[in-house]
């Protein structure tokens, strides 16, 4: 992997990060809310399911692999 393929994933992970973060937020406002709107809660978390496993994706290919 060259230096720019990392920085560029290095710069997509911290994006998706911070947008998983955003919809922490998000879905903890929604539940705050006296009436939450259950459908647009339920795309939030599956969003965020989404953005975890692309994370977790990302953060395996800059890991370098280590054979014990």
């Known amino acids: 992997m ?3 393929d990392e920085r560029e994933l290095e ?3 911290a994006r998706l990060q911070q947008e998983h973060r955003d919809l922490d937020v998000a879905i903890d ?3 705050q809310s006296p009436a ?3 459908l ?3 795309r939030l978390k ?3 399911l989404q953005l ?3 994370i977790a994706f ?3 290919q800059i890991t370098p692999d280590i054979i014990a």
């Open 11 to 13: 710069n997509e992970l």
């Open 58 to 60: 990302i953060e395996d």
């Open 29 to 31: 406002a929604l539940h």
């Open 36 to 38: 939450p709107d259950l």
């Open 52 to 54: 975890r496993d692309r």
């Open 40 to 42: 647009r809660l339920q």
């Open 46 to 48: 599956k969003r965020k």
């Open 2 to 4: 060259t230096d720019d």
